[in-house]
């Protein structure tokens, strides 16, 4: 599996870049709605998604693990593959996504070709638990990297919330946190 690329960027499509590394040119499908800032000749590293089907390889890239996170988590949905989730991707940046999804805004959603009033309530539905509200100000930078990690172990927000509210405060660093909420989620 293919988990980032650092390479040149030998060109700029409408969807997607062309990303030479030793010698070899990948096409990396991307939101480069957001990338204006990309030229060819520049050196860029990309976290990417591998996805396999019978037909081809595809390989989509962003910038940051956030925007990654994001569009995995928009694959789960039913009904949206990695094409759709990239046009989702494309409209805006994974925190205002985010709080679209969080705030059910199913008028932003559906400003995406081909993204219809019931896979917006879906990607909704089945989204709004498993991102953290990035805006709320009583989550410390560390407690939010627990929480997120919860989520993506599959606990919903809200179990990840309560279990990060019972950690004690003298628990320091994300990872002592992360190991004090396993000792918190084992003796249920």
């Known amino acids: 599996m293919i988990a980032s690329i650092t390479g040149q960027i030998k060109d700029v499509k409408g969807n997607y870049l062309i990303v030479e590394v030793g010698g070899i040119g990948y096409k990396v499908f991307a939101p480069l709605a957001h990338y204006d800032q990309l030229q060819i000749g520049q050196n860029i590293s990309l976290y990417t998604y591998q996805h396999i089907w019978e037909e081809a390889l595809d390989l989509f890239g962003f910038i940051s693990e956030e925007e990654l996170s994001l569009f995995e988590k928009l694959l789960t949905v039913s009904s949206v593959g990695p094409k759709s989730a990239l046009a989702i991707m494309g409209i805006a940046r994974a925190q205002q ?62 179990e990840a919330q309560l279990v990060v509210s019972k950690i004690p405060a003298s628990v320091e660093g994300t990872a002592n946190k992360l190991k004090e909420a396993f000792k918190i989620l084992g003796s249920k």
């Open 97 to 158: 996504l985010e709080e679209a999804i969080l705030s059910e805004d199913l008028d932003f959603l559906t400003s995406v070709s081909g993204v219809g009033k019931k896979t917006a309530q879906r990607i909704i539905l089945e989204l709004k638990g498993k991102i953290v509200d990035k805006g709320d100000k009583t989550i410390t930078g560390q407690d939010r990297e627990v929480i997120e990690g919860l989520v993506n172990m599959g606990y919903t927000v809200r």
